[in-house]
């Protein structure tokens, strides 16, 4: 966290109240991981855990800071930022706190739906799906399977990279032809669809794996499974939604990044 403060001081232009607030709330949550754990309260050390993670019920933090970092810094935060949270999971995991745990997911899901009906801005896009993925990468840490995890992780850091790399590097020009509209709309097209994870898209199967193995794990959750597809499926409207935003706006603004 400190080589990461260090770095990001570098690259911010403005203000660093945004750095400062993530790194006071990531230093509290880690505090609060280490002495519920060694205490022996589980329960409060996965509330760390959420906290750390900015899942269900400390999204609001997450969103509001996060939201104004520079793409590296963003990129960093929303992947390399979550391995050792992860894997200390991993560790200290017990069954007992399954339920728990998925209710937490269940929640950021759905949650996370609702904000994405409400935005047009492919950074806060970022941020909220972020929140949504943490909990499938949780499900796959729970299942077992860290060939599940590595998959869904790869193909997730690939699409915040690709997402990040639209919004820095393609021309924002006022006024932009017919053709570039439809190139930049494709590309918005399959980065959602993506990370929508809409079959057959790479996404779609990753999913489809962590959810196989637990339910492989969990043949008796068949319930919880089909409550954790049918948040993901409002996340996928969601998505969905979200492009037809930007679909509109490009047509209908002189700019077709209205929304970046």
Known sequence: MLLFIGLSYTLFTHSF????????????????MLVFYTLGFSFLFYFSLFLKLGMFPFMSWYLNVLYRFPSF????????????????FLIVYSPVYSQFII??????LIIGGFYILNIADLRYLIVVSSIA??????????SGRLSSFWFFYFLYFLNIFAILFVLGNLIKPLVVSNRHKALSVGWVLVLLLNIAAL????????????LYDFLALNSTSVFILVVLVLGNV???????????????????????YLLF
């Open 234 to 256: 409002f996340m996928i409207a969601s998505y969905c939604q979200l492009f037809i935003k930007y679909v509109t706006h490009s047509y209908s603004h002189p700019s077709n």
């Open 17 to 32: 109240t945004q750095l400062i607030l993530y790194f006071l709330m990531q230093t509290l949550a880690s505090f609060g």
């Open 73 to 88: 810094v963003l990129l960093l935060s929303r992947t390399l930022h979550k391995l050792p949270p992860l894997f200390l």
């Open 199 to 210: 079959p057959p898209i790479p996404m779609f199967f990753a999913k489809f794996q962590v």
């Open 133 to 142: 993925n943490n909990g499938f990468l949780l499900i796959a840490l729970i």
């Open 103 to 108: 209710v937490s997911v269940l929640f950021s």
